[in-house]
């Protein structure tokens, strides 16, 4: 089974508006990390954020974890057409290899 | 460019054939990853290698097998094929557990 649930599965939005995205997941981690996908595509690799940081940034993006709450969220600011794609959070289990696990994703359309 | 190189891009075969997947990390990683996306089951970890070593198993089939070899390149070969192992399957690396994983653009599988 999936290890992280992410919600929602869809989400419209204008250019120029926040992006919130959520994703939980149910046991232990190591590390989170988000990726974008267009379609049909590689997976793009956007942020990694370790089970004692809370908050990480990277250009648009920001990336909260509260661990206490097994929640994760993303958030892409001034979006933008070119931000059309799919978002996955995908979770490194806690002593379990290094593999990750990855939710369903939520589908991200940015109308110009 | 993620660094991970995945070969072929696509390929169509029959139900009942055999086909090899091939894969070369980032330079330097030693873990390579395997993952099957597909509309129905998302995307599913099959198996990582660690240096040679296979390091963990997810939802691989007994018909599909993997090695990583000395120089670190990877191979994923999928026998007795069906319509329904038709997918996009992806080829991760990372430096060890716990770091970034890089994926790379995958390879398209059509089973007719």
């Known amino acids: 089974s999936q290890q992280g649930e992410e919600d929602p599965q869809a989400l419209s939005i204008q250019e120029g508006e926040n992006a919130t995205m959520n994703c939980s997941y149910k046991t232990s981690i190591n590390n989170l990390q988000w990726y974008r996908q267009n379609s049909g595509r590689g997976l793009v690799h956007l942020i990694l954020i370790r089970s004692n940081e809370r908050e990480k940034h990277s250009g648009r993006l920001r990336v909260t974890l509260d661990t206490s709450k097994k929640s994760s969220s993303l958030l892409i600011t001034a979006s933008r057409a070119a931000d059309t794609a799919s978002y996955f959070c995908a979770t490194v289990i806690y002593n379990q290899g290094g593999k990750l696990i990855f939710g369903q994703g939520t589908e991200l359309s940015v109308k110009p | 460019d993620s660094g991970v190189t995945q070969t072929p891009k696509h390929l169509i075969t029959a139900t009942g054939q055999r086909v090899t997947l091939r894969c070369s990390p980032r330079s330097g990683d030693l873990s390579v990853y395997w993952y099957q996306q597909s509309l129905d089951q998302g995307l599913q970890f099959l198996i990582q290698y660690y240096n040679g070593e296979e390091r963990a198993k997810g939802n691989i089939l007994e018909r599909f097998s993997a090695q990583q070899f000395p120089d670190l390149h990877s191979e994923l070969n999928l026998s007795s094929l069906e319509l329904g192992d038709s997918a996009l399957y992806f080829c991760?690396?990372?430096?060890?557990?716990?770091?970034?994983?890089?994926f790379g653009e995958g390879s398209w599988l059509t089973v007719v």
């Open positions: 991760a690396s990372s430096q060890n557990s716990g770091n970034t994983i890089y």
